[in-house]
């Protein structure tokens, strides 16, 4: 006898009992003989009283006596059926319909078996696929879907929905369900209604369907905020996840978690709030959920209270250390306080210890070693910059922006060949036009090593037609300053606006070409016109007020435009050595040295950073600290300043110093 509990598994699906509406009996089988109507009876007496063997000898009695009834063969289907001998069901039933056509019975079970193998509710025979199984199925029962069998039978009509949508046939699913729907109002069918609806791009049919699903039974709130959320209906995907929580008893983690998810992605602070307090109850309840704490954390970076934020993501990597996502936000954390050197305390570790990735784990990974590279860079730690960037290329050794990262890797480094030759090979890869990035950072390789000509040549051909696009004239305009082309880098830029563009960010970028070639009437009145539409422009603030200071120029003017320029972002690192400077030249020495600290601290690979740092520190006596300022310097960027000149001026300190 087969084992009880595959047997009851394959009836709950065969005769899908339906709990609103009682079941309908089988349509009574009738034999053309009196001797097969007794075997006939004889097995549904055997059957009714468990004696599943003497059922089945009297049903092949039954056929044997009468071999041309489709009605016994149809019977003897539905027996094999509830006996979990699926194989046997479905030879049966071929019988059945292969003697009548139209046989109710012998497609119901062909139906409802091949459904139940497509499903994978049952195993199906070798060979066949779901695809195929759930096609017979779907074939089987719409031969019997305007029979009396079917209109009575809504476990049958959910079953033929059910392989419709799994089949994508949502429009030949809908007035199906509908009609199941007009006689019960029950939750499930009102759900598969939904699923319809939302495969048909019919978002606002599939909200009401499943609104009534969940006012039937609240487990269906949670598929009812996950279809606004599809829709990025954040507001309304919370109020459903709390519906949801509210009418069931102990709401469910999931539902908790969705919910401070949807809260958080809405615009504005509107939901930030509820997050963070919902999070903080939900975690000190439960103190070891990973997803809890890295929300918290989420919840409180997004409402700007970083400490707060770094907590809940350390609570978060303490429960899981090798948690990408949680070593991501902590990293971010720390970059967004221009803290580099946490950033590689974090991931240094973690990365070098993690074991290879795979899948989508990768992309994440790679995005972690990205991270900590441009970390190093800021540092002034150019070699290990270049061995985690050759670890990020050596996992997605197809990813231009990760070649670009490592070719700019090796120019800080001062690898110029070995940049170009980077840059090089992953742009002759690639079909189609050349990538802008990679051109411009060989093109800047090429012209650090002496073959400024050749470099800027090929950069012009690359950028093309593009260079009427902002991408490709602020590509070449950066080729063409650092071969010292001052007035080509303004040409290729006004040429996207004029000389008073109205766009911000392509006036930003010529009032820095017009600096770099020190026209600087007209890079104030390019950055004085942003200011004028946009007051708070942080970048325009600094760059002017810097520029100003840096040429001895209206310094109180300077000071307060860079002061303005860090209320908007306090603690930025290059406005701290903008002002800094400034109050170096206002020849308050004293004051500049703190600024200038957290700005070296911060960007120690920042070769004029450390270059002003020096001089400060050596004004007030330190010449020691001052050297040591200077050799970062030297090993720095390179970028604005002159290295002869820092090379002197570390000659003159250093004896001093000792």
Known sequence: MPNARAVAVLWAVVALPWPAVAQPPARPARPTSGAAMYEFLQARRAEAADDVAG???????????????????????????????????????????????????????????????ADGAVTGPAGGTP???????????????????????????????????????????VPLLERVVGQTGAAEPLALLAEAHRALGQFDRASTALEQAAGANPRYYLALGDLYERQNKWAEAADAYEKGAANVRGPGRELRLRRAQALLNI????????AVALLTEFVAANPKDLTGHTLLARAHLQRGANADAERAAKAALALEPSSLQVLGLLAGIYRDRYDYAAVVAVLAPATRDAAAPSGARVGEFVRLLAELGGAQQQLGDAAAAVRTFERARGLLPASAPVAVALAQAHLQAGQFDQAQRVARDMRTAASGPADLGLARVEAL?????????????????????????????????????????????????????????????????LGAAYEAGDRVADAERVFQAILKSDPLHANTLNFLGYMLADRGQRLAEALALIDRALVAEPGNPAFLDSRGWALFKLGRTADAEEPLRRAATALRGSSVIQSHYAEVLNALGKRQDAAAALDLALAGDGVDVDRAALERRLRQIRPRAR
């Open 131 to 173: 695809a195929q199984w759930r096609g017979q199925a779907i074939d089987h029962l719409t031969k019997i879907q305007a029979s009396p069998t079917m209109a009575t039978d809504l476990g049958l009509q959910m079953t033929l929905a059910r392989q419709l949508l799994a089949a994508e046939q949502a429009a030949k699913a």
């Open 445 to 509: 390789a090429g012209i650090k090593a002496g073959r400024a000509a050749d470099a800027v040549g090929f950069m012009e051909r690359a950028v093309g037609e593009r260079r009427a696009t902002p991408e490709g004239a602020f590509a070449l305009a950066d080729v063409y300053e650092e071969a010292r082309r001052f007035d080509d880098a303004v040409k290729v830029i006004s040429a996207l606006g004029g000389p008073a563009p109205t766009d911000t960010t392509v006036a930003f970028r």
């Open 55 to 117: 059922a089945e000898a009297a049903l092949q009695r039954a056929v044997a006596l009468d071999p041309a009834s489709a009605e016994l063969r149809a019977e003897q289907a539905g027996f094999f059926a509830r006996q979990n001998r699926a194989a046997d069901a479905v030879a049966a039933a071929e019988r059945a319909v292969g003697l009548d056509a139209e046989s109710e019975e012998g497609h119901r079970i062909l139906g409802l078996v091949y459904a139940a193998w």
């Open 267 to 274: 615009d504005g602070d509107a939901g930030v709030e509820k």
